[in-house]
């Protein structure tokens, strides 16, 4: 079941001090507009198309939209050989990490995307 699901997440216990932090932190007006840039970028990408995120991308959208930079490719084939990741599990990485690219703006996948989407793959690890 969770071969389907494409982020998975462990929400570790927060601490009291991380709770009482008044540190800076991106507020939810500005994360807000990310998320719409990313979403309007999608939308104009696909356009004409069937798809309307990245999360529906077929294999030839992901070979022409998810090019990765040479240390993102090392990355994901380093860590894809040592976790033994399944070619669902590769694509869902690429797909992910196609969207945390656009939300940094990014016209490319560079090593921190890649290295974030791996992250949201951790039940997945445990599992496989």
């Known amino acids: 079941m969770l071969d389907r699901i494409d982020i998975h997440i462990e929400v570790p216990a927060v601490k009291y001090r991380d709770l009482v932090d008044r540190g800076e932190a991106e507020c939810s007006v500005d994360i807000a507009r990310r998320v719409a840039r990313s979403r309007e970028l999608q939308l104009e990408r696909y356009k004409g198309t069937r798809?309307?995120?990245?999360?529906?991308?077929?294999p030839r959208f992901i070979k022409k939209y998810c090019e990765l930079d040479a240390s993102g490719n090392r990355m994901?084939?380093?860590?894809?050989?040592r976790l033994g990741f399944s070619a669902r599990t590769y694509t869902r990485i690429l797909k992910v990490a196609r969207t945390i690219a656009d939300l940094d703006?990014?016209?490319?996948?560079?090593?921190q995307h890649i290295a974030e989407a791996i992250q949201y793959q951790s039940l997945d690890r445990k599992t496989n």
């Open 51 to 58: 798809i309307h995120c990245n999360a529906q991308m077929t």
């Open 105 to 111: 703006a990014s016209t490319s996948i560079h090593e």
């Open 76 to 81: 994901l084939e380093l860590v894809t050989d």
